[in-house]
């Protein structure tokens, strides 16, 4: 996901004495650029009029893209962030309006479709670090920092035509239960410092959306996965398990989700008025290595013979597994299915890996390799 410093963290700072400026102070400071117009025989009349749907979305990395291109596709007017000219280029390719976008730099204002957007989606992810009292210089200027970025979003968003605020957390805030089944009312108790963040990010974007009078849906997300990024990629391709992967690899329970129904979800959120979690994650809480094993037998099936130098994959998940790792829980997903009506396309990991693994035309690790869309 893209890099940015947002309200997220602020529930971990403090102000000291004096530090906030006074209201009048905020208004002279930090007000808003005016929204564009567009003229009509009546009048100005508002870029979101017409019934049309405008998402923004804060940080396009991999959920952000997949859930871009499918609204797109249904005449959505999308528009995004982004931390580099590149990424930017790629997101303007799909159709998106895109802005190259960091906070501790560059103005909200100048992001010309934030106000017009019915819909907000945040899923950059709070940076490891912020929020930290690492000296009192840097603390009281990062508090700062963050504090007038959120009255800058509520100055923008608070005359424009926002409808739904979205929230993409992780079911990492539950920390260690000992393999019990959790549903969203499990009191959360997380133990890594992200994992800490995330939860400090919930609130505050949940503040924002009272204070502007939106309903706020966070969702609490499994390990994402889907075609490009899952078990079979990391196989046909080679590549060393990260210091994460590794981690997540001793865990007996590990929860997952498919983008697809990462999409299925946030979708359906959007007729609902009130604010909610909602853990999303299928139902088959399984270990990694077992995943892993899978993915390896869809392969030789298909591409017999491919595999028989390839251990290496198979080594470190080994090792791995010998490592005990906190944060043993198996997650609910009861709710996301009584309250949205999602009916996952891929309850199963087995499920998802197949439908990748189908949608894979041409011989791995060709040029030619891409998954259908």
């Known amino acids: 996901m893209d890099s940015a410093i947002l309200p997220d963290c602020r529930a971990h700072l403090r102000p000291t004495p004096g530090a ?6 905020w208004s002279r400071r930090h007000s808003p650029a005016p929204i564009a117009v567009a003229e009509t025989s009546s009048g100005p009349r508002s870029i979101a009029e017409g019934g049309s749907k405008r998402l923004f979305v804060f940080g396009t990395g991999f959920v952000g893209r997949y859930v871009s ?3 797109l596709r249904q ?3 999308v528009s995004s962030t982004s931390s580099c000219a590149p990424k930017k280029r790629e997101l303007e390719e799909m159709g998106l309006d ?3 976008f960091d906070a501790n730099k560059d103005k909200l204002t100048n992001l010309h479709t934030l106000q017009c957007a019915t819909h907000l989606l945040v899923s950059i992810p709070p940076l490891v670090g912020i929020g930290d009292p690492l000296g009192i210089y840097v603390y009281n200027f990062m508090y700062m920092q963050l504090l007038y970025i ?3 979003l509520q100055a923008i968003l608070e005359d424009g035509n926002l409808e739904w605020l979205g929230y993409l957390s992780s079911t990492s805030v539950y920390g260690d239960c000992g393999g019990l089944l959790v549903d969203e009312d499990y009191p959360p108790n997380p133990k890594t410092e992200s994992a800490k963040l995330r939860l400090a990010a919930e609130t505050g974007w949940q503040d924002l959306g009272y204070e502007l009078g939106v309903s706020v849906n966070v969702f609490r997300l499994g390990g994402i996965y889907g075609p490009g990024r899952c078990a079979l990629d990391t196989i046909l391709k080679g590549n060393s398990l990260s210091e994460s992967q590794i981690k997540r690899a001793s865990k007996v329970f590990t929860s997952r989700i498919h983008v697809a129904d990462v999409y299925q979800a946030l979708k359906a959120s959007f007729g609902i008025s009130s604010s909610r979690m909602y853990n999303v994650v299928d139902d ?3 270990p990694r290595q077992e995943v892993f094993a899978f993915a390896r037998s869809l392969i030789e099936k298909r591409w017999p013979g491919l595999l028989n130098d390839s251990g290496s994959i198979d080594t470190q998940e080994t090792e ?3 490592v005990h790792v906190g944060g043993e829980k198996r997650v609910s997903n009861a709710r996301l299915k009584k309250e949205l009506g999602v009916n996952l396309l891929y309850p199963t990991y087995r ?3 197949q439908a990748i693994l189908e949608s894979c035309e041409a011989f791995p690790g060709s040029p030619e390799r891409s998954p259908r869309s």
């Open 75 to 77: 005449g959505w007017h």
């Open 150 to 152: 959120h009255r800058d």
């Open 284 to 286: 088959d809480p399984t």
């Open 98 to 100: 895109a802005f190259i």
């Open 20 to 25: 906030v400026p006074s209201p009048e102070r």
């Open 69 to 71: 291109d499918r609204l």
């Open 320 to 322: 791995a597994h010998k």
């Open 351 to 353: 499920l998802g890996l």
